[in-house]
């Protein structure tokens, strides 16, 4: 009888997301658990979606759905399933008060006016991905609430400013799904097995290589980008650095902060503020980026930094491995002193 395949037998699927939570909430002796029943409800709305997404093709939920968001963009239905799956499993969970959603003006009260918890959500990011089978995510970012418990959550509480995220995160559908959050203690990413219905850890503290290579963004609008701008991407291919861009940022995201590289959707002619909005795309990134150990700047000033006023406020976005975000930072600086 030949031996056991000793990898087979020691390649368990490993430790569940449900398991690490608990694990990671014991670490804490005053964590009362409604944050990690959050990140369970947030996981399971993402697995909902996940089931969507992969038989878009077949059930009829693909293409545009009648309406604008109030950014005044042509939603897709399926923008709208993932808005309406989130929020629901949001109410049913119990744990938010609030939720502040890309797909909707105004704050959505779920109800639970005792939560503590209030989220800010891209509940389907790379709209133009979504019908043509491309990877496509979702965005979160988590507040404890200022107001008090037991009243209804307002603006206050989604405007306390990106260093005041308790927790942030992302759902990426993509060859597989997977999902990946920090709560200010580095960032862990899991990967879904759907056959089981289950998120297991494969990828504990994820850490952005220093030194990046690939440059990201779209360079159709290189007439309209500012001129440092222009100079760091000369920079980047005159050492023949390779530029990807998909087009879906959390995608776009999750690949460099594997292999290393800067993603930058800066201010353009058309929009002086780029187009990416600064509550639920550009602060849960930046706070997972510079979780993982790299950087994230609007040219200017840290995104983190930015004092939010609007629930839809834009914010430029330069993201990614230190060296080359301080490069940028050096054509910010070479273009204002010239
Ligand atoms: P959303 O689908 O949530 O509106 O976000 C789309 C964003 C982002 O995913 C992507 O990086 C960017 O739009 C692409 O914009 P361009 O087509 O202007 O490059
Ligand atoms: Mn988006
Ligand atoms: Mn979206």
Redesign the pocket.
């Given at each position: 009888m030949t031996a056991p395949d000793e990898d087979l037998i020691a390649s368990p699927v490993g430790i569940t997301l449900e398991r690490y939570i608990m694990r990671k909430q014991a670490e804490f002796p005053f964590a009362t658990g409604e944050l990690s029943q959050l990140l369970r409800d947030i996981a399971l709305a993402g697995k909902i979606i996940n089931r969507e997404v992969n038989r878009a093709g077949l059930s009829d939920v693909t293409g545009a759905f009648s309406r604008q968001?109030v950014?005044g963009?042509q939603q897709q239905r399926l923008?709208m399933a993932a808005h309406v799956r989130f929020v629901r499993a949001l109410r049913n969970g119990g744990q938010a008060c609030a939720v502040l959603s890309?797909e909707e003006e105004g704050l959505i009260y779920t109800g639970n006016d005792h939560a503590k918890y209030v989220v800010a959500m891209?509940p389907?990011?790379?709209?133009?991905?979504?019908d043509v089978n491309v990877s496509?995510g979702t965005l979160f970012s988590i507040y404890c609430r200022v107001t008090p418990v037991g009243s209804k959550a307002t603006a206050a509480d989604f405007l306390q400013g990106g260093r005041r995220q308790v927790a942030a995160g992302y759902v990426l559908y993509g060859s597989s799904t997977m999902l990946v959050y920090t709560t200010g203690h580095g960032v862990t990413g899991f990967t879904y097995e759907p056959s089981l219905g289950e998120f297991f850890l494969s990828h504990p503290d994820l850490r952005i290589p220093a030194a990046g290579r690939t440059f990201s963004?779209?360079e159709?609008?290189w007439y309209e980008y500012p001129a440092y701008v222009r100079a760091f991407l000369e920079s980047c291919k005159r050492r023949g650095l390779p530029g990807r861009?998909?087009?879906?940022?959390?995608a776009?995201y999750h690949r460099n902060l594997l292999t290393g590289g800067i993603?930058l959707?800066p201010p353009t002619a058309a929009q002086t503020e780029g187009?990416?909005?600064l509550l639920y795309?550009c602060y849960p990134l930046a706070f997972l980026m510079e979780q993982a150990g790299g950087e994230a700047t609007t040219g200017t000033q840290a995104v983190l930094d930015v004092v939010p006023t609007d629930f839809h406020q834009r914010c430029p976005l330069v993201i990614g491995s230190p060296d080359l975000v301080q490069e940028l930072l050096a054509c910010v600086a070479a273009a204002s002193a010239g």
């Open positions: 968001n950014q963009e923008d890309e891209d389907l990011d790379g709209s133009s991905n979504i496509i963004c779209n159709g609008y861009y998909i087009g879906s940022l959390v776009d993603y959707y187009k990416l909005r795309e």
